[in-house]
């Protein structure tokens, strides 16, 4: 009682200051948010001088880092926040005033074995950046070499545990009030942001993205991850190469270098790809904050905490998804929809392909530098409840990059053709990847898998016959019903009652 009446006032304080900046005006009169939670969203915004147009961002900050975080999650879902407050949400940057230098300098010399001072000449004082679990800071070697240190926020594991706690109770009650909101699935939603939030605050998991995601771009030209420094990394420490450059934050920096803005908007969006439908491994952070424009004229990605996966079968639907919609074989879409199971089987397949063709050809109609992907999920996801699709948890961070990248390359070349620049590689990789010289040998590798695997199967069956002269297997019986309960006692007693009665009445 006192555990759920802590996450109560928690949550009572968190939606007090989401009040404050209109944020819960949306779902004072909207139709799927019950009548006491409606007018208890109307009561938190009395004598709080709320805002008209509701500054959803703005009220998360207020709410601390882990909420910050949830607003990037819910970023991806208009449907279930609507379409204003998911384009408000995008705004959120993870920009906050840094921790005091005796923090870090403490949580460094815990971190690092001798302390820091045993292994670097110096460390900045003034971090490089801030962000809401952790900062970096510009340290030297003794040996010379310049390294960026991420360091953890002093106490954020134990503000995020807590934060986290409160989100999946409130997740498991929303849940149970069925309808819209279990088709929602919000307990799903949150299992999935806190798989996120552990992944970012173990700084190790974060170096282990970066190697990873090195190897997933090293034949791509024109962008560069930076390496590792393993033995200055921890949990709470992570190290890496420092890159000098220009953020894609300041597009006037960017121009008075000299770079060819357009190409470097194509390689954002041909580095993507390469990521999430080339190796199926990504990064699920890419605003501009996040990418450095070098010296050399190459993309540097920055800050691996978010990464997301996807496997081949997912990819193989997303490549065909992405190509139906370019060519507008929605007919195809529709189908990849049903085989993948997120449309379920009692909806019409025809009627899918019409709901789909209703979002597509708006946009195949207008003018090519005109299509926005963020517009596409929107109308993707305005369908979603018409076919009781229930929310896919793995394509949640695909659905957030694609709406970043589309923005960091219209950023870049506000006249980018984006279907121009996804066509040609989605094409190449359906090309490569599903023609008929790809199908033969996924089947060949197939039986060689298969016939790998006999010698093991013969073993498992011989294991399961007797061997000779032994006794024949036993003939099968139908399992014993249940014991009944013994009824001796309660004859007994039943005695002893009448006994005792007989007495009394003689």
Not at 216 to 227: H, K, M, Q, T
Not at 312 to 322: D, F, H, P, T
Not at 374 to 389: E, H, N, P, Q
Not at 413 to 440: C, F, H, Q, T
Request: aromatic share 6%; glycine share 8%.
């Amino acid at each position: 009682m006192r555990v759920a009446s802590s996450h109560a006032l928690r949550l009572l304080a968190d939606a007090r200051r989401l009040a404050r900046h209109g944020a819960l005006r949306p779902f004072e009169r909207h139709p799927d948010v019950p009548g006491g939670l409606a007018l208890l969203a109307r009561l938190l915004r009395f004598g709080a001088f709320a805002p008209k147009t509701p500054d959803f961002a703005g009220g998360l900050r207020a709410c601390g880092p882990a909420a910050v975080k949830l607003g990037q999650a819910l970023a991806t879902r208009p449907d279930l926040i609507g379409a204003d407050a998911a384009n408000d949400l995008r705004r959120l940057q993870d920009d906050l005033e840094p921790a005091p230098w005796s923090a870090i300098a403490e949580a460094l010399d815990r971190a690092l074995p001798g302390g820091w001072r045993a292994h670097f000449a110096e460390v900045a004082p003034l971090p490089a950046g801030a962000a809401s679990v952790a900062q970096v800071h510009r340290a030297v070697t003794h040996r010379g070499e310049v390294l960026a240190l991420k360091v953890l926020r002093p106490g954020i594991e134990e503000r995020f545990a807590s934060a986290l706690s409160t989100y999946a109770w409130a997740a498991d009650r929303l849940e149970a009030l069925g309808g819209e909101f279990a088709r929602l699935r919000p307990r799903q939603v949150i299992a999935t942001f806190r798989q996120w939030t552990l992944a970012e605050l173990d700084l190790r998991r974060e170096a282990g993205n970066a190697s990873e995601l090195a190897d997933a771009v090293r034949a791509e030209p024109g962008v560069r991850v930076p390496a590792v420094r393993w033995d200055y990394t921890s949990r709470r420490v992570l190290a890496l190469e420092w890159v000098d450059g220009i953020k894609l934050t300041d597009l006037a920096a960017v121009a008075a270098s000299g770079a060819d803005r357009p190409a470097l908007a194509r390689t954002v969006v041909r580095a993507f790809l390469a990521q999430a439908i080339g190796r199926g491994f990504f990064h699920a952070d890419l605003h501009q904050g996040n990418l450095l424009l070098c010296p050399d004229g190459r993309i540097a990605f920055l800050d691996f905490g978010i990464m997301g996966r996807l496997d081949r079968r997912a990819r193989v639907y997303l490549a065909e998804i992405l190509y139906g919609l370019i060519t507008g074989n929605y007919q195809r879409v529709a189908d990849i929809h049903f085989e993948a199971g997120y449309v379920p089987p009692y909806h019409d397949r025809g009627a899918f392909a019409t709901a789909l063709r209703a979002v597509g050809e708006p946009i195949r109609g207008r003018a090519t530098s005109e299509i926005s992907v963020g517009g596409l999920l929107d109308g993707l996801f305005a369908i979603t409840r018409s076919f009781d699709m229930e929310t896919q948890p793995h394509l949640l961070l695909l659905q957030k990059t694609m709406v970043m990248v589309e923005g960091v390359a219209s950023a870049l070349d506000p006249n980018i053709n984006m279907w121009d620049a996804a066509s040609p590689y989605v094409k190449r990789w359906i090309r490569d990847e599903l023609g008929p010289e790809a199908r033969l040998a996924d089947r060949l590798l197939g039986g060689a898998g298969l016939l790998r695997g006999l010698p093991a199967a013969a073993r498992r069956a011989l294991a399961l016959l007797p061997p000779d002269g032994a006794a024949p297997p036993a003939i099968p019986l139908p399992p014993l019903p249940p014991p009944r309960p013994a009824r001796w006692p309660w004859l007994v007693a039943g005695a002893a009652l009448g006994a005792a009665a007989m007495a009394l009445l003689g």
